[in-house]
């Protein structure tokens, strides 16, 4: 939408340039797209007098003249204008000036006389299409005065990229009303510009028809077509248009054709409403028909075009053949010529559908369609018609002799109801009611106290304001975004809780990422299968048909990839989804994390040259975290392999006694330098069937540690007391696991015993045969107060105790 700043002013008079306006329009109402300076090229030229003026000595056709440009200096100037006067005033173009066709002026002779300027014509300005002689201006400026204030073609152009959900914007006066509600101005529904008071002939209605004295309006369709307005002008003259009219128009880059065809385009720029004017006398029975188009029917618009209208086009007919395409374009046989003396002026609502409809059917654009298509203010359909009729008067004569209104107004919209404690909550702040109200009235809305709650009724231009949502967009923007605040609050947007599979992949991503592993994004194919895995009928590719059972066949294969590269340090992770396959069903569809570890733990270092490899022991101790993570609250535990288990299985990772994944020692095609991989898989959530959980339950979680479709997490505040530790260093029977010495630790240590660390495993001078020597490091702790060396030597006696009557297990002596 072209919006001219000097246009806007007639609406909502102010003194605000137009790059300010553009930039209040931009923050809190419509994307400015650019802005345009007219008459910007006019900026070098100055109001110049003729001082003396006489015949050119070797020319007949030429004057030599004497020019005050106001410098101090009278100016030798050679003019060829038939029309150069001594005492008048003249466009003048210094030395130096670059003309709007690109042409400088400089210094120059002519037949012997020197020039030094050029006294210039409306066209040479690109003011008009004149060059029999020179611009006269008819000013008091003194000389030297800058052309533009004289002339006062300055103006800007604005251009605003008004989306569909806001048509009252594609116009002037729609335009002004934002900028007075913005800026705070005042808004005229009439612009300044037109001087002639509007008719106030009482206009004669109908429902569906209506027949007056000088013409009749019929509506066969009245879905089609709600609302039809007709006036009858007598006695204008068609001809040029008045200057001002002429500027409006070329502001916004139409031209001028006639002052009645002038007014109608001023009308639908400057109001939004397209109208049309009929010459009446060329309109059969001196009637209007609203109807779909009958079989074999054809009209030539007013592009010159013969176009066969389909049948069930909505057209505007007279009594005998289609005039008029609705809400598109004019007919050429009952256009407005300079013969024309009475009108019919069109202001019509027609329906956005159907405009659309004949505009697709005859491909046609135009800038009535494109507003009526969007939506055009069926409330303000006869104020705007008796305003293009007072405007016609103005400028061509005339009197308004009858006004035909067929149709009815539209209906009154329901009210919406606007509660500011909703507002507060949506954007973050609450707003003082008193402003609520304010802004939502300069927006033309009616504001009326209903208890806690604003009852608003939105005016007729604003289609968009539905639902209480709608008007608290409305006052945030006219607040500004910028004044509201941008942090985070302590509530979620939505109601719906995030899927628990999906919290617990984001926890299990957070530890795996702070552990420094890095994450792969595979696809979910691979290029071994067999009974396992499914295939797919149509397969990306077909080197890698089937779906994969575990993601670590995945990663195994990423990690060859960094082998064959010499990359042999890696700590990979992928969380994504495996499929088992069901006789005569889809396959079953797992969330499962994987990792794999090889090479060295940590990077090369001074003190540690050759850093140690991962081993399957920083494997189990990875699945514990990734359990812990992905079940919080939950009871983890990692049981060895047992006899007729897969070779490479090394522990199965269960949580509250349920097998959810596993610790493997990963078999790859690697290199002899290569240090061994280590995997970790653990199921996250099944995707759910009709024979599985139902959706958003987590199929390894313990039903009784959720709540609804969320886990129930506790936490505990961070320890204000000194921790007490001590190591055990106990000689183990080779039969007897780690895992059984710990449970049995943690079983006899009590509620106070807050961790039980392996930290050491010897075998060598000091240790019987048949059996191992493993250090514990035990830390106890009281949530209130420090523990004493007696309390601590107490546990650790108990603690020994128990180990020698249930195990055999004894300290070693050091």
Known sequence: MIVSHEWL???????????????????????????ESLGAHLRDFVVAQ?????????????????????SGTLLDVVCGAPNVVTGNKYPFARTGTVMPGGLKIEKRKIRGETSNGMLCSARELGLGEEHDGILTLDTTAAPGTPLLEVLQVADARLDLDVLPNRPDLLSHRGVAREVAAILGGTLRELPLELSEPLSELPA???????????????????AECSRYVAVVIRGVTVGPSPEWLKARLESVGLRSISNVVDVTNYVLHGFGQPVHAFDLARLAGRSIHVRRTREGESLVTLDGVARALPAGTTVICDEERPVALAGVMGGLDSEVTDATMELLLEVAHFDARFVRR????????????????????AGDTLRVARAAAALIVQVAGGEVVEVLDAGAPPAARPAVMLRPARLARLLGAPIPDA???????????????????????????????????????????????????????????????????????????DLLVGQGLAEARPMPFTATGGTDTPRVINPLAEDEPYLRATVLDTLARRAEYNLSRMQGNLRLFEIGNVFTPRAGRLPLEETRVGALLMGARRPPHFSEPEPPAYDRWDARDLAERMAAAAFPGA?????????????????TVRVDGRAVGSVQQISLDKPVWASEAFGVEVTLGVMPSDDLAPPGRNAHAPAERESGATRAVTYAPLPTTPAAEIDLALLVPDGVSAETVEQALRRAGGELLEQVALFDE?????????????????????????????????????LLDLLEQELGIRPRAL
């Open 358 to 377: 004949v505009r697709k059917a005859m491909g046609l654009n135009t800038d009535a369609s494109y507003r009526f298509e969007r939506g055009v203010d």
């Open 635 to 651: 009871a983890v535990q990692t049981q060895p392999r047992s006899v007729g288990d897969d070779p490479g299985l090394l522990w």
């Open 204 to 222: 004669l209605q109908g429902d569906t028809g209506v027949r007056g004295g000088q013409a009749s309006v019929t509506l066969h369709e009245p």
């Open 50 to 70: 003729v001082v003396e003026a006489g015949r050119h000595p070797n020319s007949d056709r030429l004057w030599v003249t004497k020019v005050d440009d106001g």
């Open 762 to 798: 010897f075998r060598g001078a000091g240790v019987p045969a048949g059996h191992r020597s493993l250090a514990w490091r035990l830390t106890w702790r009281h949530p209130e107060r420090t523990l004493r060396d007696k309390e601590i030597d107490g546990r650790r006696a108990r």
């Open 435 to 509: 402003v609520i109200a304010q802004h939502l009235r300069a927006l033309g809305c009616e504001v009326t106290a209903a208890g806690e709650a604003w009852q608003v009724l939105a005016p007729s231009w604003r289609h968009d304001l539905l639902l209480e949502v709608d008007l608290i967009e409305e006052v945030a923007r006219l607040v500004g975004f910028d004044a509201l605040p941008d942090e985070l609050r302590a509530f979620r947007p939505g109601t719906a809780p995030d899927h628990p599979v999906h919290l617990a992949s984001r926890r299990v991503r």
């Open 9 to 35: 002013k007639q609406f909502v008079p102010h003194t605000r340039s137009a790059d300010e306006v553009g930039e209040a329009l931009s923050r809190h109402c419509v994307t400015l797209d650019g802005i």
